[in-house]
């Protein structure tokens, strides 16, 4: 079974702070990536996506990937308490056909 | 906007009932997904389907089944319900297959009770 491996957290960053979540994988055949927010009793929803490697900003987040090191990052610049959330890692499955989740990472920011 | 409609937002069965979860989404979307989410194990597939009649098992698909008549709707069922499978279970949905683009688009998800 392909695994996705995010830290648990939580992670604790004050209002305008950078917030940085990681994300490794083992499937080399993936080639899609995703971020999703999930808030604390709903359900997720996507944020970022990113298909080559290096960088790729959108607002206040930056998705990073490395495929040679099986990695991908998330930036949060400027965090604020509306962003305290779990954060879920999803590399798209080598045939391109859904989504593996990581098991996600909580974020929560203090004003 | 899209909308993945689930059934039920809370259900509570006995060991060993056939269970049904319903799923419809309302955007002509090709595929849909079934996940469970649990604390600490976080999402995991268990079914999808990238079209009418057609499906796939995900990563756990043991005591379940799937069924989708209709590109529109999407099943999941509990032959016999165990403890075990008390949880969250989410559906999706989304619009391309094998594409760059592969969105998700959840329901809001039912949670299972199994006594």
């Known amino acids: 079974q392909k695994e996705v491996e995010q830290n648990s957290g939580p992670l604790s960053v004050p209002e305008g702070a950078i917030a940085s979540l990681n994300c490794t994988y083992s499937?080399?055949?993936?080639?899609?990536f995703f971020w999703y927010r999930q808030y604390s009793g709903k359900s997720p929803e996507l944020i970022m996506s990113i298909y080559s490697n290096g960088d790729k900003e959108d607002g206040r987040f930056t998705a990073q990937l490395n495929k040679a090191s099986q990695y991908v990052s998330l930036l949060i610049r400027d965090s604020q308490p509306s962003d305290s959330a779990t954060y879920l890692c999803?590399?798209?499955?080598?045939?391109?056909?859904?989504?593996?989740f990581g098991k996600g990472t909580t974020l929560s920011v203090s004003s | 906007d899209v909308k993945v409609t689930q059934s039920s937002r809370y259900l509570v069965k006995r060991t060993g009932e056939k269970v049904f979860l319903e799923c419809v989404q309302d955007?002509?979307?090709?595929?849909m997904f079934w996940y469970r989410q649990d604390p600490g194990l976080g999402l995991r597939l268990i079914y999808f389907s990238y079209d009418v009649k057609m499906k796939e098992k995900g990563d756990i698909p043991e005591g379940y089944s799937v069924s989708r008549e209709k590109k529109e709707r999407f099943s999941l069922i509990l032959e016999s319900a165990s403890t075990n499978q008390t949880s969250m279970y989410l559906c999706?949905?989304?619009?391309?297959?094998?594409?760059?683009?592969?969105?998700?688009?959840f329901g809001s998800g039912t949670q299972l009770s199994v006594l």
């Open positions: 499937d080399r055949g993936s080639q899609s």
């Open positions: 999706a949905s989304s619009a391309d297959w094998g594409a760059s683009n592969e969105k998700l688009f």
């Open positions: 999803a590399p798209q499955n080598q045939a391109g056909t859904a989504l593996i």
């Open positions: 955007m002509d979307h090709e595929n």
